[in-house]
């Protein structure tokens, strides 16, 4: 009986620690699957890094970036979110809805989310290259539908990826590229510790904002 009481709570103490790290698995799913459609783009044109994170001078010291694109045609920086289901907002508001049914799920605007990385990765790039061109995009590997209004950088991954390429300009040679991909590289924070406590105030702000 003891046994059965102990495999009882170990089962019960593991589907927990499942259902709390869920959100994070997803998340890392969408993550490597836009990593690999980012890595289709011409190695001899475009340079992708995953999971920077960078100082930060917006709500929180450090931020994390989950995709920077540097290309001769400028820099991306894409914002995953695996959300799934319908997703309406509008680039001007402050909070975007997540539709399954009948469940109804708020979420922090990604673009303003994403403009902190792009103002993070100015300050590296800029003091050098003052005039290279960054752009943001938002990228929804399993939404079923958006409807997002009042902003073109918003997209399923296929079309994210139009979107980068569409933009065919060159703006920097191989050379000034490879500068700052090793910029970008320097910067980037890989003590644990000081990721866990990104993570810890990536946190505290959203429950801050009622999430």
Not at 116 to 141: C, D, L, M, N, T
Request: some cysteine; proline content about 4%.
């Amino acid at each position: 009986m003891t046994a059965l009481i102990i495999l009882a709570i170990a089962i019960w103490g593991g589907a927990l620690l499942l259902n709390r790290k869920r959100p994070f698995l997803i998340g890392k799913r969408g993550e490597n699957f836009v990593s690999r459609k980012l890595l289709e783009l011409d190695s001899e044109h475009y340079k992708v890094l995953d999971d920077l994170m960078l100082p930060s001078r917006g709500n929180t010291n450090t931020t994390q970036i989950d995709h920077i694109v540097v290309s001769d045609f400028g820099i991306f920086c894409i914002e995953t979110k695996s959300y799934s289901g319908w997703i309406f907002g509008h680039a001007q508001q402050q909070h975007w809805t997540q539709v399954i049914y009948r469940y109804k799920k708020k979420f922090y605007n990604p673009l303003r989310q994403n403009y902190a990385h792009i103002k993070a990765v100015e300050a590296i790039v800029s003091p050098k290259y003052p005039k290279v061109p960054i752009r943001g995009f938002i990228a929804f590997p399993s939404a079923e539908m958006l409807s997002i209004s009042g902003t073109d950088a918003v997209g399923h991954v296929k079309d994210v990826l139009v979107k980068i390429k569409a933009l065919n300009a060159p703006v920097l040679s191989p050379a000034v590229r490879f500068v700052i991909v090793g910029l970008l590289l320097n910067a980037n924070i890989q003590d644990k510790q000081a990721r866990k406590l990104h993570n810890k105030s990536a946190h505290a702000l959203k429950v801050s904002n009622g999430f």
